[in-house]
């Protein structure tokens, strides 16, 4: 009897060994596939579902981040898919020695916000929806045009480096490593450009601006 | 505002005060500053139909391969990269894929026609033909900055076209063209479209300077005149007691460096003779570091050795005072060239008497616009064309009559040209794919010390090129 329990003892450890398995190191793997750094060198490697890991991990963020430069679902919408479209058939050139996944992924939906509007208004230097605010042509949801009116005055001083510096950080609170890799450029310079615009937003309609407005109507 | 958000306030407000303390002056404006700014934040919710639909859709494509669907015109060297990648990826499988593609393919070697991929952040895909016409109001060679239209006299210094104009036929000059004989493999497979690239120019003054990778330590803070539009501006800054001139130009987005040679002492030649390719790079690249410019986005260095056509290894008779070390401009994977297929881009003349950096010029920002232009699908008229010396054609010249020369099988580079934008008074500069044809055994006796003959690819430059060549000449009264 004594060996009958034992044997049943060790069967049952087997099976809680196999349930600690799968409940303990399952999901430590699946924590791993789930990092989109990690899933970013295997579609590199050609590992298609890996894609879908680093879409799960951006597509909230991206699309939020679309929509605050073009104020519009529809065009946010197009835009992200086509964010991702171009992010899927890149994959191959992200290099995580020269930058995080998260400052590429910003990187490619920047340049794709440009390029719709360069595309859609090729005759204007237009990076995004902020410098078409007086356009009443375009398309704009209305809850955001209210909210982005309170902004504008003072956002449209701001080169467009320095407005996606501003919100990248204030709303979506991401470090300066990651706004640096987004944006293209040095840390330090991402935090002195931080520094320059909240400077520039608190005079308001300051020097800067006055300047700005001369400039435009000289 | 809640804890939360007053943390985030604080974190960014500290990360201010580090590079400034003096704000702490103004910290509770800056405070409302920012809290307006988290206020007005705009509310942002996404449908998740739409995140549903994109996964999917994204999934498929990525288990299907994105290229097929994704672009239109596919290159054999797109497919190559993928499939290498796909397999652990190296360069030389990629090689011996290729070699094994164009020898299976039927009738000869299959030309990668769409080029290089270009990592996407660099460059903005528009749509096809996006940049206008290719071609040169003024003739087929592009010239920078709208010379094209506004020099039409033989060498004068050029008339402004504002003067009335009428065409007039010129005569053609009493010249030999060499016969060319195309020799090399046979080619096929061109694609409907190919790739034509733009340097985005009209940047901004934080862009530009970020040319400059060292740019904490710059001498005063561009980014705060941006709401300037400023054009160009130049500066003067002295740097081993030599003064040099830094000038900026916004509208075109290239910057430059130069050095005022007034305080210049001049050494003998004999020393600048003895300076090696090594030191002459050296040299450049110090400079480069030295003042914080970025080397990165160009291609390997080399000293610029043109000056050497036409010269017997031997002859002495003649060193420059100047030599250039071209830093290439890079199109991903590829050297942009000029027509004479030498590399172009970022420039550093150093002078070889006193072994200094006299200027640098055309540093840029490495932004590229692209678009998919018409390509030229029948091989028999390129070759023709090659034949007949190319797209710039009657250049190569002979001193002697009949002069017969071979051309081997051709390759595919992307070549600066130059076109003006009468609209903007600017000019574009553009990067084409064209086939250069290597002239085998060319006589030096020839007087001309063209390698190649050139070939573009896109339909609309050949087209231009088979049209009558016409010069404009300024009406002048007399």
Same mark, same amino acid.
């Given at each position: ?18 349930? $600690? ?17 990690? /899933?970013? $060198? ?6 298609? !579902? ?23 679902? @529809? ?25 995080? #996944? =998260? ?33 009443? %042509? ?8 209210? /909210? ?15 407005? %996606? ?9 991401? %470090?300066? *490593? ?8 040095? @840390?330090?310079? =991402? *935090? ?27 | ?5 007053? *943390? ?9 005060? &580090?590079? !400034? ?47 097929? &669907? ?16 796909? #397999? ?8 011996? +894929? ?35 016409? #290719? ?49 090399? @493999?046979?080619?096929? @497979? ?98 480069? %570091? ?42 991903? !994977? ?111 006796? +020839? ?11 896109? *339909? ?19």
């Amino acid at each position: 009897m004594p060996q009958t329990v034992h044997k049943t003892s060790f069967h049952n450890l087997r099976i809680m060994t196999s349930l $600690l398995r799968f409940s303990v190191f399952t999901p430590v793997k699946m924590g791993q596939q789930q990092n989109p750094e990690e /899933a970013a $060198l295997k579609a590199k490697d050609g590992d298609t !579902d890996a894609f879908g890991i680093i879409f799960d991990a951006y597509i909230e963020r991206i699309y939020r981040f679309v929509y605050y430069k073009t104020h519009h679902k @529809e065009t946010a919408e197009d835009v992200t898919s086509e964010v991702f479209k171009k992010a899927l058939s890149s994959i191959g050139s992200f290099d995580p020695v020269k930058g995080s #996944l =998260c400052g590429w992924m910003y990187r490619v939906a920047r340049n794709t916000v440009i390029d719709h509007y360069r595309t859609k208004r090729p005759t204007d230097a237009i990076d995004d929806m902020w410098e078409l605010m007086s356009d009443s %042509d375009t398309e704009r949801d209305t809850e955001a045009r209210m /909210a982005a009116e309170q902004l504008q005055k003072h956002l449209v001083v701001l080169t467009s480096e320095q407005r %996606d510096i501003v919100l990248l950080r204030v709303w979506e609170e991401m %470090d300066y *490593k990651e706004i640096a890799e987004a944006v293209g450029d040095t @840390e330090t310079a =991402c *935090k002195t450009d931080f520094l320059r615009s909240v400077s520039k937003l608190r005079d308001g309609m300051g020097f800067a601006t006055l300047l700005f407005v001369l400039t435009e109507w000289l | 505002m809640n804890d939360d958000n007053d *943390k985030l306030i604080d974190s960014m407000l500290g990360d201010l005060f &580090e590079l !400034d303390s003096e704000l702490k002056e103004n910290e509770s404006e800056l405070r409302q500053t920012v809290e307006r700014l988290l206020e007005h934040k705009l509310d942002v919710s996404i449908d998740k139909k739409f995140v549903d639909h994109l996964r999917k859709h994204i999934l498929m494509t990525s288990a299907t391969g994105p290229q097929q &669907e994704e672009i239109k015109s596919v290159s054999v060297r797109e497919h190559l990269r993928n499939l290498t990648l796909l #397999l652990g990826g190296s360069a030389v499988l990629a090689a011996f +894929l290729l070699v094994v593609v164009s020898a299976l393919s039927p009738g000869g070697l299959r030309i990668p026609w769409i080029g290089p991929s270009v990592p996407v952040d660099r460059v903005l895909a528009l749509g096809p033909e996006a940049f206008g016409s #290719l071609a040169s109001a003024g003739g087929v060679l592009g010239a920078p900055e709208g010379t094209e239209q506004t020099t039409t006299g033989f060498g004068g210094g050029g008339i402004p076209s504002a003067i009335s104009a009428r065409p007039i036929g010129m005569p053609a000059p009493e010249f030999e063209q060499a016969t060319f004989t195309y020799v090399g @493999e046979p080619l096929e @497979e061109i694609g409907e479209s190919v790739t034509v690239y733009r340097r985005i120019k009209g940047v901004s003054t934080s862009s530009l300077a970020s040319a400059f990778a060292k740019r904490d330590n710059r001498l005063f803070d561009l980014g705060d005149l941006s709401g300037l539009q400023m054009r160009n501006a130049t500066l003067s800054h002295v740097q081993d007691s030599q003064e040099y001139w830094v000038h900026l130009d916004f509208r075109e987005g290239v910057a430059s460096v130069n050095m005022d040679e007034r305080s210049q002492v001049r050494n003998d030649m004999e020393s600048a003779r003895e300076v090696t390719d090594d030191e002459l790079i050296a040299l450049a690249d110090a400079f480069l %570091d030295r003042y914080g410019i970025d080397r990165s986005p160009y291609g390997e260095s080399e000293v610029d050795h043109r000056w050497r056509n036409g010269m017997a290894e031997e002859d002495a008779s003649y060193f420059p005072a100047y030599i250039g070390v071209v830093y290439p401009t890079m199109v991903g !994977d590829e050297v942009v060239v000029g027509w004479d297929g030498a590399p172009v881009g970022m420039r550093v003349n150093i002078n070889a008497m006193t072994k200094t950096v006299q200027g640098v010029h055309m540093i840029s920002v490495p932004r590229f616009e692209s678009s998919a232009y018409l390509a030229e699908s029948d091989f028999s008229r390129i070759v023709s064309l090659a034949e007949n010396g190319g797209f710039t054609g009657t250049f190569y010249l002979s001193e002697e009559s009949g002069a017969e020369l071979d051309l081997g099988t051709p390759s595919l580079m992307y070549f600066q040209h130059y076109v003006h934008d009468s609209a903007t008074g600017t000019s574009n500069e553009l990067y084409v794919p064209a086939l250069f044809f290597p002239i085998q055994d060319p006589p030096t006796e +020839l007087g001309t010390h063209r390698k190649y003959v050139v070939v573009p690819l896109t *339909k609309e430059l050949l087209d231009q090129r088979d049209e009558p060549v016409e010069m404009v000449m300024p009406d002048v009264e007399e």
